[in-house]
């Protein structure tokens, strides 16, 4: 028996069977065989691939660990996976806990052939020029009457991005780079289309307005109404990645592109998808690259434009059309750690990486934000989500149409329970921002008012996520947080009262509100979980509220007024309590209902007829200041 390394894959998992294949090795068949009785398994000479019952798999895990000392090493932790996540689907109790212990470690096994390199990291890339690109050059120009000031690291991308037409802009998160973007894309001739994941559509649409673009020359295209908006003769265009299936149905898609002079790829590794031969691995990149074609100028942002491999990079390459993805076997056998086994080739690995990434500086511009000295040390974004209202609406309605006019214990009690339905309107919109910022590489610390809305996040991301809420024990509370701070998990959810207090989690510069207390101290506190001594980073918040849902954006703008008013509370000093009385908070919101009751009441009076339109405070915004 030789000593080595073998990996036993998992192709694919269907219903209780697996389809695993590994690099032809005798020994290995034999095992298999022997451990996974024959009406439990199955070969198929096409694919090269053993189908067995997952039920099996403990008892060919074992036996691979006892063949494994003093001999061939067996990696088997795809097997592993699979079979806990049976286990939980079908709440079975497994024993792989135990059984893991007797597998070895590789160092106990002596030498072995070392893979390729499995991952790049990419380091910080200025085009060459940077340095000089402001000087003798036009300032770009603003909207007339707009109040927003860019940052000068800003205007000096945004010169990058109009300078060499297809870029991709790779900074890292707070940096700002789709204001650097749409910097770009305002100061370049013709219309511009945005496509982004669907939880930052809304979003884009309120940076893009905040830069000076007034909203009715912002079209953002919806599944519902995809007919009528792709005919739209906005400027602008927003359309989420899968939304482009829906503009596919109606109309072929570079026909359509044609007529954008600039398109923003937002969070552009979704974009990544690339298969064996190097052409597009997914609807998704197909499609982008399609539209990358057909325009122009093409601006690609993302904070990770190699996720994991650096294959991953090479479709991003072609969309701009940058000569390292003229010829993709090229590409792949010099970059890629190019390996042949029974199966063909595969490109998992990673070469050559520092001449890489110097030849990257013609086409990416990459900074770090501990690197440019102009930024603020933490950044709040306030992200609006088309939330599941359906909930809210019925209450708000219930509420109206009952008889108690003056009843402020019962408007009290509508508001709680309208508040928490919003709140439950947006986890999926909550859910699907948390995975983007998991795939850009980021732990994140989330947060809700609410132990049914914190079970369900926490439920969405089983398996990498711990939790913190009234119900878990002090013990329990300081091992989540320890798991969490030691990378073991990925996502901590807390309630606002549980874990806003007397923890450190600065495992983690990201910070998601699901919904929001009406106190601005409380939020305060919890957002510097992560902002504490022993942080380095910049930290960024995000507040998720629902979109054309004034309860929730009146909440929003009031929090936001008394958030930027309160000075630092982490300085390197003593932390102090804020103890603003922000009760007033929940009695405007409390004084506004009542007041639509009021209306609904003198309607009703006059007319006998309909008392009530669906959504809450449906006449303006209060004031920004309260």
């Not at 439920?459 to 073991?488: C, L, M």
């Not at 989690?505 to 919904?515: A, C, E, G, I, K």
């Amino acid at each position: 028996m030789k000593n080595g390394y073998l990996k036993i894959n998992v192709a694919s998992v269907k219903d209780n069977q697996a389809a695993i294949y590994f690099k032809y090795n005798e020994e290995a068949v034999s095992i298999l065989k022997s451990a996974v009785p024959g009406t439990c398994r199955h070969f198929c000479k096409e694919n090269r691939t053993w189908t067995v019952d997952i039920r099996t798999i403990p008892a060919l895990v074992k036996s691979f660990a006892e063949c494994s000392i003093g001999g061939m090493y067996y990696e088997c932790s795809p097997l592993i996976t699979i079979y806990q996540k049976y286990c939980e689907k079908n709440g079975i109790e497994n024993d792989f806990s135990r059984l893991q212990g007797m597998i070895p470690f590789p160092q106990e096994l002596g030498s072995r052939p070392k893979p390729a390199e499995q991952s790049c990291s990419l380091q910080d890339i200025l085009p060459e020029g940077y340095d000089e690109v402001g000087k003798g050059c036009i300032v770009p120009a603003l909207p007339e009457g707009s109040s927003f000031k860019p940052y000068p690291h800003q205007t000096a991308g945004a010169r990058i991005l109009m300078k060499n037409h297809k870029f991709i802009l790779a900074d890292t998160m707070g940096l700002g780079k789709t204001f650097t973007a749409i910097i770009a894309a305002y100061n370049t001739a013709g219309r511009k289309l945005i496509v982004t994941p669907a939880s930052l559509k809304l979003n884009w649409r309120n940076e893009i307005m905040k830069f000076g673009i007034p909203e009715s020359d912002i079209c953002v295209i919806s599944s519902r109404t995809v007919h009528d908006d792709i005919r739209s003769s906005a400027n602008w265009v927003i359309v989420n990645y899968d939304g482009l299936r829906c503009v596919h149905r109606e109309i072929v898609v570079p026909f359509w592109a044609s007529d954008f002079k600039t398109v923003i790829f937002d969070e552009a590794h979704y974009c990544k998808a690339v298969n064996a031969k190097g052409a597009p691995g997914s609807i998704r990149s197909r499609l982008s690259l399609e539209i990358a074609r057909s325009v122009p100028n093409v601006y690609l942002l993302t904070g990770t434009p190699i996720t994991n491999k650096t294959k991953d990079i090479f479709m991003l390459l072609k969309m701009i059309d940058s000569p390292l993805s003229k010829n993709w076997f090229s590409f792949a056998h010099r970059y890629c750690g190019a390996e042949r086994n029974d199966f063909g080739w595969q490109f998992d690995g990673s070469t050559n990486q520092e001449e890489l990434n110097g030849k990257l500086g013609s086409c990416l511009l990459r900074r770090r934000i501990e690197n440019i000295l102009d930024m603020p040390e933490k950044l709040r974004s306030y992200i609006p989500v088309e939330a599941d209202l359906k909930e809210y609406d019925s209450l708000l309605k219930r509420y109206l149409s009952s008889g108690d006019y003056e009843d402020s214990s019962g408007a009290l009690a509508a508001l709680g329970a309208m508040k928490q339905a919003a709140a439950k309107g947006k986890i999926e919109k909550t859910c699907a921002l948390i995975s983007d910022l998991l795939e850009n590489g980021k732990s994140v610390v989330a947060y809700t008012c609410y132990l049914e809305t914190a079970e369900k996040i926490y439920e969405r991301f089983s398996g990498d996520s711990v939790k913190i809420t009234g119900e878990v024990s002090p013990e329990e509370r300081q091992k989540a947080a320890d798991q969490f701070q030691s990378g073991e998990k990925k996502v901590i959810v807390c309630t606002v009262s549980a874990g806003g207090v007397g923890l450190t989690l600065t495992r983690s510069d990201v910070v998601v509100f699901n919904d929001f207390d009406y106190s601005a101290a409380l939020m305060r506190q919890a957002e510097d979980r992560i902002w504490r001594i022993g942080q380095r980073n910049a930290c960024s918040i995000f507040y998720v509220y629902a979109d054309k849902c004034l309860l929730d954006e009146t909440l929003c703008s009031m929090l936001n007024t008394k958030l930027s008013n309160m000075g630092k509370i982490i300085d390197g000093r003593e932390e102090t309590l804020i103890t603003e009385a922000d009760s007033s908070n929940q009695m405007v919101l409390l004084r506004r209902l009542l007041d639509m009751k009021e209306t609904a009441r003198m309607k009703k009076k006059k007319s006998c007829g309909n008392t009530a339109g669906n959504g809450i405070f449906q006449t303006p915004l209060l004031p920004q200041c309260v």
